[in-house]
C-alpha cells in the first residue's frame, strides 16, 4: 500500500499547467473552532475572499502536518475537511497519502492508511471492513480480521466524497456507522459529520499566495523572483501601489497582472482555486499581458486554447481555430454535447460522472472530451468531472446561449444563486440583446437616493447661496422607514458590464429616481470591479445625473471609477482630482483626508500641482467647488493650485475651501487678492482656513471685481479675512461672519442683505442689530452668537422684542447661545406679536416658564419649523452632572413632552421639529413616563402636516423601545387614516 500510495501524483491533471512544484503546500488550511461562522465562511469562499475567512473570530489556520494532531479527548479523533469544488479536497487526501508512503506522519503513528472514495458504489454500499481495501491482496482479509480484533487501533480511514453519498446510505452503511462510532469505536476518518474532533477547511490560495504563485510561475529567475514577493510586501505594509525597477520583461508581466487583478477581482476571486489561477495566467501572456475586457472572454479564451491544445494530436493547426462559435463540426458537434451534459447536470447540482452517464456524448468520447474533463478512477470505476466547476458553468451558459428559447431558461433562473455565475456567462455570450431582458433591469422607480438630516430654518437659506443643491451636506444622512440603500443592484450592474449592453444602461438608469445615486453606506463595501461596472454603467447610461455620492472612497477606487468615465489613461489625470476630467461635471464637493498629490519629489510635486492649476483653469462647465481638508500635512501648494486655477477660470460661480489642521507654510502674498482682482464670474466665496498660519501675514487688497452676492469668512481667519475684505466689497445678499463686526457698517455697504450670520460681543451692538431691523425690508435670515452673557441686558432684551413686533419680514430666526431665565419672557412677548416667522431656533433654560413659551409657539400657525434645546436653568450651574441629570429627568418626561404633544396638537402647520435634551438619564423610568411617549407618538403619526421630527437625548432607551413597539401599530393607523400623506420621519439620537 504504501508503495502505491507512493507511485500515485498528489495532483492528478497536467492541464492547465501546474504552477510550481508543490502548489499544495502553499494552499491556506483553517481549523474551525466551532460552526458560528459557517455561514460567514461560506459567504467569503463564494466570492474568493480567503483572506477574510482565514482571519474570521473562530477560525485558526493551520498546516496541513497538523490537520491529523491529537486532542486531548480520550475518544478517536475525527477530522471533517470540506471545502467548495475543485478546491484541492481530495488533493489533499493525496497529500496525507503520500506523506503516509513517505515515513511515520508527525502526530500520528498508523500501520495502514485505507483511501476511500465514497463514490465508488463499492465502497459507499461495503459491508466490511474487507471491502474498503482498495487493492484487493489476499492477505485482505487477515488484516481486516487484525485491525477489528485491536477494535481499529493504528488504522486511519480516509472517506473522500460524503456530500456525493445518497441520504440513504448518510443514513445506513458502514461508512457512517463509522463516522458516528458505531463501528470500530477506535478508527479515525476524515468527513463530515456531528460531535468532530476538528474541522478543517480548505480555501485555496489567498491574495498574497497569488501574488506569490504569479510572480513565480512567470519569473523563472529565482533570485529576481524573490526581491519581487519581498518588493510586494513592502509596498502592501506601506500602502503603496506595487512597482518595480527591474528591467526584466517577465517581472513587469507578473507585476501588471498583479495590479490587473487589483483591480478585476471577479477573476482574482477565482484565483483562489489553483487550476484557475493557472487559467488566469496561462491566458493573460497568451494575450500580451492584457486581462480580456470580461469573465466570458477570459473563459472562452481559455477554452478555445485547451481545445487547441487537444487538435494538436490531429496533425491539424490549432491556430485554424479563431473561435468557438467557429469550429469546424468535427469539433462543434462534441462540445454542443458536453455544453449539453454540463447545463443538464448544473440545474441537478451534480458536479461528477460516472462513465454510463457519458455514453450518450458519443462525439465527444471520440475527441476525449476536447481535453475539457478530468478522469480519476476509484477502485475499478471510472469518474469524470469537468476541469473546474466554472468551467461547466460556462459551457452550460452556451449551450443556454446556443438555445432557441435561451430568454425563458436565463428567466427560470435569474433568481437561483446556484447559476449566478452560469447566468453572467450568458450574459457575456448573448450580450442580453433581445428586448427581454430589459425587465430584469427596469426596477420601476429604484430609490437610490440621498436619505438626509432636513435642513432646518437658517441652513437652507444661507446654504442656497453657495451650493445649488443645499441639502448636500456632510454626515447627514439618515435611515428611513423605507430604505433603499442596501438595495444597490450591484448584482445588475455587473451583469451589465459583462454583457457589454449600453442598451440596458440606459434602461437601469431611467429606473433610478431623479438620476441621484448614493454610495455613502455601501462605498467602502464596494470593490474595485464594482466601481468599474458601474462607471461603465454611468459613462454608457447617456443620463445626465443629478448627483451620484460616492461617499468615503480610496485613492484606488478613485482612479478606477473616473478612469472608466473618462476614457482617459489614468497617467494624464490629477490624482485624486480626477474628477475635473468629466466633461460634463458641473458641482464637485470633494473632502480629502490624505495628500491630494502624491510628494514622490519636489519636481514630481510641483509638476502635478501646476496641472491641478491647469485642470480647474481650463474646465468649461464647472460652476460649483467645495474643497475640505481635515489632515495635519503639508497642503498649501495644493491649495494655491486651487486658487490660481480658479482666478483664471470662467465658469466657476461658487468656491467653499475649508481647511483645518493643516500646518504651515502660509499662503504666499498676493494670492487671493490677484482671485479677487482677476475672476469676474464667482458669485459665491466661503474661506475657513484653520489654523491662522496658513493665511498671509497680511492681505494688500485694493480692487475687487468678483460679482460677489455670497460671503463667508470662518473660523480662526476670520478677524483678519473681514478687517481686510469687507471694507472693499458692496452689494452682499448673503454674509457668514465669525467675528465681530459693526452692524451699522454693514448695512450701510450691503443695503440689500438679506442673509447674515453675526457674532454678537456686546450689547451695544446687539441693541444696533435690533434696532436697524425694526424698520429693515429686506432681510430675510438672522443667525446671532451672543458670545458673552453680559449682552443679555434688559435693554438688549426690549430691542430684541420690539424687532420681533415690529418687523414684518424677517422669516428665518436663530439664536447661538443658551438664552438665560431672565431673558426668555423678553422673547416670548416678541414672539406672540410676531407675524412673519417661518423658522425659529433658539436654546432655552427648562423651567416652569417654557410652558407660556411653548404656549404662544402653539398659537402661531406662520411658524413652520421649530428647534428648541432645553438648557439646565442657570440655577444648577453649581450642580454636578449625575444632579442635573436627576433634575434634568423628570422635567423632560413630566413638562417637555406633554408640552411638545399639547402643541402639535394645537399647531397643525408645523412641518419641521427639533428638539433637544442632553442631561436626561438614559435608564430611567416611571410607570406613567412611557404613557407620556405612547401619547407623543400617537400626535406624530396623525399630524396633517409634520414631516419630520428629531428628538436628541442620546438614545434614551424609554422612547427608542416605545417606538420599535408601537412602530408597526402607528404606520398602520396613519396610512389608514391620511393615505395620501407620506409618513413622517422620526429621528432618535
Known amino acids: 500500500m504504501r508503495q502505491h500510495y507512493k507511485h500515485q501524483p498528489i495532483v492528478a491533471t497536467d492541464w492547465p499547467p501546474r504552477i510550481g512544484k508543490d502548489f499544495f503546500g502553499r494552499l491556506a488550511l483553517v481549523e474551525k473552532q466551532d460552526s458560528t461562522t459557517q455561514a460567514e465562511s461560506a459567504w467569503h469562499l463564494l466570492r474568493g475572499q480567503v483572506d477574510k475567512t482565514v482571519k474570521l473570530t473562530e477560525n485558526k489556520e493551520i498546516s496541513v502536518e497538523d490537520v491529523l494532531k491529537p486532542t486531548d479527548s480520550s475518544l478517536s479523533l475525527r477530522v471533517v475537511i470540506d471545502g467548495p469544488p475543485g478546491i484541492g479536497k481530495t488533493t489533499l487526501c493525496r497529500k496525507l497519502l503520500n506523506m503516509w508512503s513517505n515515513g511515520p506522519l508527525v502526530h500520528q503513528q498508523y500501520e495502514l492508511v485505507l483511501y476511500c472514495p465514497l463514490r465508488n458504489s463499492k465502497i459507499a454500499t461495503a459491508t466490511t471492513l474487507a471491502d474498503l481495501f482498495v487493492y484487493k491482496y489476499h492477505e485482505v482479509p487477515m488484516v481486516a480480521e487484525w485491525f477489528e480484533k485491536r477494535n481499529g487501533e493504528g488504522l486511519l480511514i480516509i472517506f473522500d466524497g460524503w456530500d456525493e453519498l445518497s441520504e440513504q446510505l448518510r443514513l445506513s452503511s458502514l461508512a457512517a456507522s463509522i463516522i458516528h462510532r458505531k463501528h470500530y469505536a477506535s478508527s479515525s476518518l476524515l468527513e463530515i459529520m456531528s460531535n468532530l474532533s476538528r474541522h478543517v477547511q480548505v480555501i485555496g490560495f489567498s491574495k498574497e499566495e497569488i501574488s506569490t504563485v504569479i510572480i513565480q510561475t512567470l519569473q523563472k529567475d529565482t533570485k529576481l523572483a524573490k526581491e519581487l514577493i519581498n518588493r510586494k510586501k513592502e509596498d502592501d505594509e506601506n500602502g503603496k501601489p506595487f512597482t518595480t525597477t527591474q528591467s526584466s520583461e517577465d517581472s513587469q508581466l507578473a507585476v501588471k497582472l498583479i495590479n490587473d487583478l487589483e483591480v478585476r477581482n471577479d477573476v482574482q476571486s477565482l484565483c483562489y482555486v489553483p487550476l484557475v489561477c493557472s487559467m488566469v495566467i496561462l491566458v493573460y501572456c497568451k494575450e500580451g499581458g492584457h486581462l480580456p475586457t470580461t469573465l466570458t472572454q477570459l473563459y472562452e479564451n481559455f477554452i478555445l486554447q485547451t481545445i487547441r491544445r487537444h487538435v494538436k494530436r490531429h496533425d491539424i493547426n490549432p491556430h485554424t481555430l479563431g473561435s468557438l462559435s467557429s469550429l469546424p463540426s468535427q469539433f462543434a458537434k462534441p462540445l454542443q454535447e458536453m455544453c449539453q451534459l454540463a447545463y443538464t447536470n448544473l440545474a441537478n447540482t451534480r458536479m461528477t460522472f460516472s462513465s454510463h452517464q457519458l455514453q450518450s456524448l458519443s462525439e ?151 438620476h441621484s445615486l448614493c454610495l455613502d453606506r455601501v462605498s467602502l463595501s464596494i470593490s474595485l470591479f464594482d466601481w468599474l461596472c458601474l462607471s461603465y454603467c454611468i459613462n454608457n447610461s447617456n443620463t445626465t445625473w443629478n448627483h451620484l455620492h460616492l461617499g468615503i472612497v480610496s485613492n484606488q477606487s478613485l482612479s478606477v471609477f473616473t478612469a472608466g468615465l473618462t476614457n482617459n489613461s489614468l497617467q494624464t489625470q490629477c490624482k485624486r482630482l480626477e474628477f475635473l476630467n468629466l466633461p460634463q461635471l458641473k458641482i464637485l464637493h470633494l473632502k480629502m483626508d490624505h495628500h491630494t498629490i502624491p510628494t514622490v519629489d519636489n519636481t514630481y510635486y510641483i509638476d502635478k500641482c501646476t496641472e491641478l492649476e491647469k485642470c480647474i483653469e481650463m474646465h468649461s462647465t464647472l460652476q460649483e467647488m467645495k474643497i475640505e481638508y481635515n489632515e495635519e500635512n503639508e497642503i498649501t501648494s495644493t491649495i494655491i493650485s486651487v486658487i490660481r486655477g480658479v482666478t483664471r477660470n470662467k465658469t466657476i460661480t461658487s468656491l467653499t475651501i475649508h481647511v483645518n489642521f493643516a500646518p504651515p507654510p502660509p499662503l504666499p502674498d498676493g494670492v487671493i487678492e490677484q482671485l479677487l482682482k482677476d475672476n469676474n464670474t464667482l458669485q459665491a466665496l466661503s474661506l475657513d482656513m484653520r489654523p491662522d498660519e496658513l493665511l498671509p501675514s497680511s492681505l494688500n487688497i485694493v480692487e475687487v471685481n468678483t460679482p460677489l452676492t455670497a460671503l463667508e469668512i470662518g473660523g480662526w481667519s476670520s478677524e483678519l479675512m473681514t478687517s481686510s475684505l469687507l471694507p472693499h466689497i458692496k452689494g452682499l445678499h448673503c454674509l457668514i461672519l465669525h467675528d465681530p463686526y459693526p452692524p451699522h457698517l454693514l448695512f450701510l455697504s450691503h443695503p440689500s442683505l438679506r442673509t447674515l450670520t453675526l457674532p454678537l460681543d456686546t450689547a451695544e451692538s446687539a441693541i444696533e442689530l435690533f434696532t436697524i431691523l425694526q424698520t429693515n425690508t429686506t432681510l430675510k435670515a438672522l443667525s446671532v452668537e451672543i458670545q458673552e452673557e453680559r449682552v443679555y441686558t434688559s435693554s438688549m432684551g426690549t430691542s430684541l422684542q420690539d424687532m420681533l413686533t415690529q418687523n414684518q419680514t424677517l422669516k428665518y430666526l436663530e439664536i447661538n447661545d443658551d438664552i438665560p431665565s431672565s431673558f426668555l419672557s423678553f422673547l416670548t412677548t416678541g414672539l406672540r406679536h410676531n407675524t412673519s416667522l417661518q423658522r425659529l431656533s433658539v436654546s432655552i433654560p427648562l423651567n416652569e416658564e417654557i410652558r407660556t413659551f411653548i404656549n404662544v409657539i402653539s398659537q402661531k400657525n406662520n411658524l413652520t419649523e421649530l428647534k428648541v434645546n432645553f438648557k439646565p436653568d442657570q440655577s444648577y450651574s453649581n450642580c454636578s452632572e449625575e444632579e442635573k441629570k436627576q433634575i434634568m429627568t423628570p422635567l423632560f418626561y413630566e413638562q417637555v413632552l406633554p408640552a411638545v404633544t399639547k402643541m402639535l396638537q394645537s399647531h397643525t402647520a408645523i412641518k419641521l421639529l427639533r428638539i433637544e435634551c442632553r442631561d436626561v438619564n438614559k435608564e430611567s423610568s416611571q410607570p406613567n413616563w412611557m404613557e407620556l411617549v405612547q401619547h407623543l407618538y400617537e400626535t406624530i403619526f396623525i399630524h396633517p402636516s409634520l414631516e419630520y421630527i428629531e428628538i436628541n437625548t442620546e438614545y434614551i432607551s424609554l422612547l427608542v423601545d416605545t417606538l420599535k413597539d408601537q412602530k408597526k401599530t402607528l404606520i398602520d393607523r396613519h396610512r389608514k387614516e391620511q393615505p395620501h400623506k407620506p409618513l413622517p420621519i422620526v429621528r432618535l439620537y
Open 364 to 514: 465527444a468520447v471520440k475527441e476525449d472530451y476536447l481535453g475539457l474533463m478530468t478522469k480519476f478512477k476509484e477502485y475499478d470505476e471510472e469518474k469524470y468531472q469537468f476541469l473546474h466547476l466554472s468551467i461547466q458553468e460556462f459551457l452550460a451558459a452556451w449551450w443556454i446561449a446556443k438555445h432557441e428559447k435561451r430568454e425563458e431558461v436565463f428567466k427560470d433562473h435569474f433568481d437561483d444563486d446556484h447559476f449566478r455565475m452560469c447566468l453572467r456567462f450568458v450574459a457575456g455570450l448573448t450580450h442580453l440583446e433581445h428586448e427581454s431582458y430589459q425587465q430584469y433591469f427596469n426596477k420601476q422607480q429604484l430609490d437610490l437616493q440621498c436619505k438626509r438630516k432636513r435642513l432646518f430654518g437658517f441652513e437652507t437659506c444661507h446654504l442656497s447661496y453657495f451650493y445649488q443643491n443645499p441639502e448636500i451636506k456632510r454626515f447627514y444622512h439618515i435611515k428611513s422607514q423605507a430604505d433603499d440603500f442596501d438595495n444597490v443592484p450591484t448584482h445588475l450592474v455587473q451583469l451589465l458590464y459583462e454583457s457589454q449592453n449600453t442598451t440596458l444602461c440606459q434602461v437601469l438608469a431611467q429606473s433610478i429616481n431623479n
